[in-house]
């Protein structure tokens, strides 16, 4: 067990700072909050209908970069920001669960002063924390849009044991999660790469590891049903989006979430993975348009 961890501490890719890591020529700005420094961009019309875009477990903000640029050249004025641990946000070495995600929305919209209503829109562990936000915070929500949204609990175990976990996420994490990367989506398609360099650059960032780990211990191996119990009591215009060959977050999950949101309407796309935004383009983007306009 000590040459095995010796090993892989030795192959630890963490070398870089967050700061030497952020891109100079990004058109993002950060934002200090509590709990560090947050990443985002803010772009389109400054009275335009507002979008917030919530991204997932592993990969940051750049995950929505094509319906970032769609949705400011329809009009609208959109927030995409990175998650603590994630993109070129900070690492903080906190407890990283729902708590912490919803209220670092919270914070960046303090921040921001941003006080009016808006379009939220979460993917994945991303829908989990706008789902949050949205059962916490309902009234500045118009509608909410939920893609293959997390639910139940994650099969984490190996990584919750703590003297094996760094050493076995040393040597696992990079293949394990670009596996998982390859497996969102059903089909090929060509922003993949892109977001998998990413991904594998994102690894050489001290603190992304006890990040992940945090956040699979303390988020993706719970179930949540309890926030969409909560979110169907609120009333608001919500959007479920899922595709029927997801393996993330299976398909079969839907029923369950729309007997608890029984005014919830459904987008169920045939031949999609876990990423319908990337595979199912046309259809999700016409579908994000309906539903902000009712």
Request: hydrophobic share 45%; charged share 20%.
């Amino acid at each position: 067990m000590v040459i095995f961890y010796a090993v892989a501490k030795w192959q630890d890719p963490e070398v870089l700072n967050v700061e030497d890591f952020r891109d100079p020529a990004s058109s993002g700005q950060l934002a200090r909050l509590s709990a560090g420094n947050t990443f985002y961009e803010l772009q389109g019309p400054e009275n335009a209908p507002l979008v917030i875009l919530v991204h997932g477990f592993a990969i940051g903000s750049h995950l929505w970069d094509g319906t970032f640029d769609r949705l400011i050249a329809d009009g609208f004025r959109v927030l995409r920001f990175d998650l603590y641990g994630r993109g070129f946000s900070d690492r903080p070495d906190v407890v990283y669960d729902k708590a912490l995600f919803v209220n670092q929305l919270q914070e960046l919209l303090q921040t921001l002063a941003i006080t009016e209503s808006f379009h939220l829109v979460g993917i994945s562990m991303g829908a989990l924390v706008a789902a949050e936000f949205a059962a916490k915070k309902p009234s500045p929500v118009t509608t909410l849009t939920l893609l293959s949204p997390l639910s139940q609990r994650q099969h984490v175990a190996l990584f919750q044991i703590s003297l094996l976990a760094d050493p076995f996420a040393i040597v696992l994490i990079r293949t394990q999660l670009t596996e998982y990367i390859e497996g969102m989506v059903y089909q090929p398609v060509a922003e993949l790469d892109t977001i998998k360099t990413r991904f594998l650059d994102e690894t050489r960032v001290k603190g992304s590891r006890k990040s992940l780990l945090s956040t699979a211990r303390h988020l993706l191996a719970y179930d949540h049903l309890d926030t969409y119990q909560q979110l169907g009591q609120q009333n608001i215009p919500t959007l479920l989006i899922w595709g029927k060959q997801d393996s993330v977050t299976p398909y079969s999950e839907s029923a369950k979430l729309l007997a608890i949101l029984p005014e919830a309407e459904m987008l169920s796309l045939d031949n999609v993975g876990h990423a319908p935004h990337l595979e199912a383009t046309e259809q999700v983007d016409d579908q994000l348009r309906q539903h902000f306009a009712r």
